[in-house]
């Protein structure tokens, strides 16, 4: 069965610093992968998605992600930290028979001045 | 093009009621899903429809169903209300179902049960 890993629930960088938000997948097929984010009160906005088109996925607000097959990873990058990225992020992959998501349980990003 | 909408938006209902929430799709989207949304589980899969049919359902007692209508919005319903249903509940749209279908989601419902 298809599932998600994200390493460390809480993640805090300072503004203008890399920001890397680790997700390790486990699929016994090529997964769909994804990233979204989700600002307080609001739902889950889409970020990016790996599809087997390119191991480099560029995704908006100047994310991207990069799919490594050998360490089933899909771990979420940014060049430079903003403050308005502050927000929780989700990796999911694509499960089940049917196509619904399954998530990881969030890594919370917390960006200091 | 408007994303999609969810009513109402906070809801307090108490324990033993039911309740009845809406999900409005992106215009052309035939595909509605519906995820729980709690600090201790995290987000998890409720249902999908398709073409006013149920295609996927998740690991939810039979207290929690849904259906869709012919113009694609979708109500998902929670019978018997307990404490730990408290929750956001958020829908999802894509335009077509299965696993390469980007999902997009609504603002999400807030429920409190007391």
């Known amino acids: 069965a298809q599932s998600v890993t994200q390493l460390g629930s809480h993640v805090s960088v300072s503004e203008g610093a890399l920001v890397l938000l680790r997700c390790n997948y486990s699929s016994s097929v090529p997964p769909y992968l994804f990233w979204y984010v989700q600002y307080p009160n609001q739902g889950l906005q889409l970020l990016l998605k790996?599809?087997?088109?390119?191991?480099l996925v560029k995704g908006i607000n100047g994310f991207e992600a990069e799919f490594k097959k050998s360490e089933t990873s899909f771990h979420l990058t940014k060049p430079s930290a903003h403050m308005s990225d502050a927000a929780e992020y989700f990796c999911?992959?694509?499960?089940?028979?049917?196509?619904?998501?399954?998530f990881g349980k969030g890594t919370k990003l917390s960006v200091k001045p | 093009k408007a994303g999609v909408t969810q009513t109402p938006r906070y809801l307090i209902k108490t324990r033993g009621q039911q309740v009845t929430l809406s999900c409005s799709p992106i215009?052309?989207?035939?595909?509605v899903s519906w995820y729980q949304q709690t600090p201790g589980q995290g987000l998890q899969f409720l249902f999908e429809?398709?073409?006013?049919?149920?295609?996927n359902k998740g690991n939810f007692p039979g207290r929690f169903s849904g259906r869709q209508f012919s113009n694609s919005r979708s109500e998902m319903n929670v019978s018997t209300l307990e404490l730990g249903d408290s929750a956001l509940y958020l829908c999802?749209?894509?335009?077509?179902?299965?696993?390469?279908?980007?999902?997009?989601f609504g603002p999400g419902t807030r429920l409190t049960v007391t």
């Open positions: 790996y599809t087997s088109a390119a191991t």
């Open positions: 429809y398709f073409s006013e049919t149920q295609r």
């Open positions: 999802a749209s894509s335009l077509v179902q299965g696993k390469s279908g980007e999902q997009y």
């Open positions: 215009s052309g989207h035939r595909s």
């Open positions: 999911a992959v694509i499960g089940g028979s049917q196509g619904n998501l399954i």
